[in-house]
């Protein structure tokens, strides 16, 4: 390959070249000022020698710049290799990352169609429990006012019973007292019967009676008439047949002794 066809491939060996020869030329002027005026053919030879030599170099130095080149390009295409190679990584990564993004949206969305369905859910648990609760509210207000219904009813009957027996105490013990009176007051009536003196004197169809104070030991306290048969004598009879009876026999009931027995009235109504 001649200079010119390398020159042609490589339009940049040319600058160099140019560079070289005029570097040439520029010592062979200094060369030509330090020798005499006459240039022998010796001195011609050199030059010639000169000359080849330097287009030895200049090949030499387009053939260092051919290589620099080369390298050049081979580490200008190692470079675009490794670019081409970074980018479709990268492709490929940002591939990944949009599927990637794309399954977080999805997972995203079945997420939240989760929470929304999990709301609903929670929404309709809470529906029925505030229904049942209700449910249960009105049925313990039921149960409440039936039991305050039965409570009612229930107290009306025991005061019911409670006064039934209040009333079933009281008339036994109205018999039972009326029952001691009835038999004290007969005692009485035949202890002071007893004690009476009654003359024929007094004459018939006379009625007195006699109030009667009583001690609870049954010792007369006094005896007067609040009711005079109209004959002295017959009443004086009859207050003295109350005091020679005493002591009279009276109940030992405290009770029923102040209500029936402190104060007696006694009538005398002799047949």
Partial sequence: MTIWQTIRKNPNTLTWAII????????????FKSSEPKISAVKQEKIIEAVAIDERKVNEEINKL??????????????????????KDRKKEEKKLQALKKKQKE???VNKNKRIKEKKRLAEIERKQKETQDKLNKLELERQEKQTALEKEEKRRQAK??????????????????AEIKKYKGLIDNKVSRNWVYLDSYGKGLVCVIQIKLLPSGDVLDAKTIQSSGNPAFDRSAELAVR???????PKNTDLFQREFRIINLKFNPI
């Fill in 244 to 250: 020679k009876a005493s002591p009279l026999p009276v």
């Fill in 20 to 31: 070289i020869h005029v570097l040439a030329f520029i010592a062979i002027g200094i060369s």
């Fill in 66 to 87: 051919k290589k620099a080149e080369n390298r050049k390009k081979r580490n200008e295409k190692k470079l675009q290799d490794k670019v081409r190679k970074a980018k």
């Fill in 161 to 178: 019973i409670a006064e039934i027996k209040r009333i079933e105490v009281k008339r036994k013990r109205e018999q039972r007292e009326s």
């Fill in 107 to 109: 997972q995203e969305q």
